[in-house]
């Protein structure tokens, strides 16, 4: 892509074309990840009233596929009432602080063969930190609504991410010393050779903690306590409306898909199919689906995100308590055994650590 | 044109540190205790982005990690559970200004003698650009902590581990007569313990 724009603005220097070029990335993968997570919520209506026996969003468009939109323009001409003693201005920043961090940790996401947007070594660690900011939208937003309800959300929110980055941090210590670098590009590069390759087998402990951690972190049901509609009403967005609500929102499915998409790509071996070495690339119908591509990608970041609808409609909500046992004294020693566990491998050379 | 782009690390790095100057001031100087730490938090945002400048990744990154994701939200937190009364607190400002002042003046003297140590042959400045950075420093900081200074490292490691055992000794009390589920009792719990299913014939109404 560099080349074309290179021909295009010929007259600017090579840095100036260089820099067009990755506006130009981050603006497509922004239009898509955006695009994604209004039809997220259009799968999630769907998916789960076809768990619950009924028909979901079904009015606007065929089978309501024109739903999303509809309910943006709803939300983004609405008005937005600011609380009387609230903190003003943070309150409208906080939902900016939410949703910057969701999108920004997809720079360093390899989508397809050989393109991330930033191609970093420290890939792993950054992610640790974009999704660790991600919790000061949510604090600001609790404090600065000057509302106890949403006090108490911003509270119980910012309890359970921190405990469960810690058992996610350690989860990705496993991958890291799996793939001997940080760098996603290489990590999923390390997996490929089809599905015997993939991360999830030898480190299925800590992909368990890991996608657990994940919806723990994305406070998506059954961890939705921060939200819990019977006891705090909605939790930390209770005074927002209209378009700043739908900031919290997008930032919410902008998080899960983020998810989504790097469990497949730690664990699933990202864009590498299945079926890489088990089938001649050369076959006609076949070998297309056994190169490795965008397709697979998308195909494991989907079976996720239906995991966070299916698990949403199936399980009843943990008590807050509970929620801290589970992340401090399962998850925590979980991973720390398994992080000792492939070290020993290690030191053996047994399996594929070899 | 091309005079431009190589001044662009200068001008990132003036405007960086013009920010982070005054978000600094904004620490002391906020009136709202809530936005002296989220001034804070912008210092560190604004010097990770400076150390991302030297290609000092792996530290941008760590600052980022452990003091805003961490840290800051805790304090954020104090700071908010605590009612804090600004005013009060403002009234030491003129008092302790001197003070501040002269520590500030000793800081920026500290950070000036750099300049004069440039000149100098001193090894460690006249040569900045090591040949690790060539294959990114997060490798070649992990090196150099787990080989050449291993002692160091782990004796930190230790420090932070018996202060995390300090705290939580000094936190933990168990009060008298408080009730508490034990969640082990509740994890062994059998159906056949609690419950006694009675067989009994139908009763019949003659």
């Known amino acids: ?354 | 044109m091309q005079p431009l782009v190589d001044l662009f690390p200068f001008i990132l790095f003036s405007g960086w540190s013009g920010m982070l100057i005054a978000s600094a001031l904004g620490v002391i100087l906020a009136r709202n205790p809530v936005h002296s730490v989220l001034f804070l938090v912008l210092c560190f945002v604004i010097s990770a982005a400076i150390w991302l400048l030297l290609h000092a990744e792996f530290l941008a990154v760590a600052l980022v990690l452990v003091y805003v994701g961490a840290v800051m939200v805790l304090l954020l937190f104090v700071v908010m559970m605590l009612d804090i009364n600004a005013e009060r607190m403002r009234e030491g400002l003129t008092r302790y200004a001197p003070f501040g002042v002269l520590v500030g003046l000793l800081l920026a003297a500290q950070l000036a003698s750099v300049w004069w140590l440039r000149g100098s042959d001193a090894e460690l400045l006249a040569q900045p650009q090591t040949p690790y950075f060539s294959e990114g420093n997060t490798r070649a900081l992990g090196e150099l902590l787990y080989t050449e200074h291993l002692y160091a490292f782990e004796i930190a490691g230790y420090i932070l581990l018996l202060a995390i055992v300090g705290a939580i000794t000094l936190t933990l009390r168990r009060r008298q007569g408080l009730r508490v589920q034990q969640v082990s009792e509740q994890v062994a719990a059998r159906a056949k313990d609690r419950v006694r299913l009675v067989k009994m014939p139908a009763e019949r109404d003659e």
Request: with cysteine; aromatic share 14%.
């Open chain 1, 1 to 354: 892509m560099t080349e074309i724009l290179g021909n295009w603005l010929a007259f600017l220097p090579a840095e100036a074309v260089e820099a067009v070029a990755s506006l130009v990335a981050i603006l497509a993968l922004a239009i898509v990840v955006i695009l994604c997570v209004a039809y997220a919520t259009w799968l999630e209506r769907k998916v789960i009233g076809f768990m619950q026996l009924r028909q979901g969003p079904n009015r606007v468009g065929f089978r309501g596929l024109l739903q999303p939109f509809a309910d943006v323009l709803k939300l983004l001409v609405k008005e937005i009432v600011i609380p009387g003693r609230a903190n003003r201005w943070l309150f409208l920043t906080a939902p900016v602080l939410a949703l910057v961090p969701a999108l920004a940790a997809w720079a360093v996401v390899p989508v397809f063969p050989g393109f991330a947007i930033a191609d970093l070594d420290a890939g792993l660690l950054y992610l640790l930190s974009m999704t660790s900011l991600g919790i000061y939208g949510i604090i600001l937003a609790g404090w600065a609504s000057n509302s106890k309800y949403a006090l108490l959300g911003a509270m119980r929110s910012a309890a359970q991410m921190v405990a469960y980055e810690i058992a996610m941090g350690f989860a990705l210590v496993g991958v890291l010393m799996a793939a001997g670098s940080l760098n996603l590009g290489e990590i999923v590069a390390r997996q490929s050779g089809g599905v015997t390759q993939w991360f999830i087998f030898p480190l299925a402990p800590l992909f368990l903690v890991y996608f657990i951690s994940g919806v723990a972190e994305t406070n998506r049901a059954p961890f939705d306590v921060a939200e819990g509609e019977s006891e705090i009403v909605a939790g930390f967005h209770v005074e927002y409306g209209g378009a700043t609500f739908a900031m919290f929102f997008l930032a919410e499915y902008a998080n899960m898909i983020l998810i989504a998409a790097l469990t497949a790509v730690l664990f699933l071996g990202g864009w590498d199919s299945p079926f890489h070495g088990l089938v001649d690339p050369g076959w006609p119908v076949v070998g297309i689906l056994a190169a490795p591509s965008l397709f697979w990608l998308a195909a494991k970041t989907f079976l996720f995100l239906f995991v966070f609808l299916w698990l949403r409609a199936t399980f009843p909500r943990y008590r807050y308590d509970q929620i801290m046992r589970l992340g401090w004294k399962v998850f925590i020693p979980v991973t720390l055994v398994w992080i000792s566990v492939e070290a020993v491998f290690f030191t053996l050379q047994i399996g594929p650590f070899a």
